[in-house]
Nanobody, 123 residues
Framework: QVQLVESGGGSVETGGSLRLSCAQS????????MGWFRQVPGMGREGVGY??????VYADSVKGQFTISQNSAKTLMTLQMDNLNPGDTGTYYC??????????????????WGQGTQVTVSP
């Protein structure tokens, strides 16, 4: 069974940077999509971006601001967040779907989720 653990969240001021990590275990195949999502109370879970065999794909809201990378073993995914603003505040989640050749920014498409890590950006 796939397990996901996020880390790296914290509190920063507007304009600062954070790097989040997602550790994946339990899946050793090659067909996997790993995505980042964020959520604030009262709102749905928003797709941030994902990484597959072809590279990273980003939501329009974070293009040029966030960068996703993945190690060759597909056991670690990072989210580099730069030029943060209060609108980026939320709980950030790592999500995975295995045995797939494609990916999606839709939260309902994913099958495995981590516990989340909190990101707070102060004015």
């Amino acid at each position: 069974q796939v397990q996901l653990v996020e880390s790296g969240g914290g509190s920063v001021e507007t304009g600062g940077s954070l790097r989040l990590s997602c550790a994946q275990s339990g899946y050793y195949g090659t067909e996997i999509c790993m995505g980042w999502f964020r959520q604030v109370p009262g709102m749905g879970r928003e797709g941030v971006g994902y990484f597959n065999g072809g590279g990273a794909v980003y939501a329009d809201s974070v293009k040029g601001q966030f960068t996703i990378s993945q190690n060759s073993a597909k056991t670690l995914m990072t989210l580099q967040m730069d030029n943060l603003n209060p609108g980026d505040t939320g709980t950030y989640y790592c999500a995975v779907r295995t045995h797939t050749s494609g990916c999606s920014l839709g939260a309902s498409w994913y099958r495995f989720w981590g516990q989340g890590t909190q990101v707070t950006v102060s004015p």
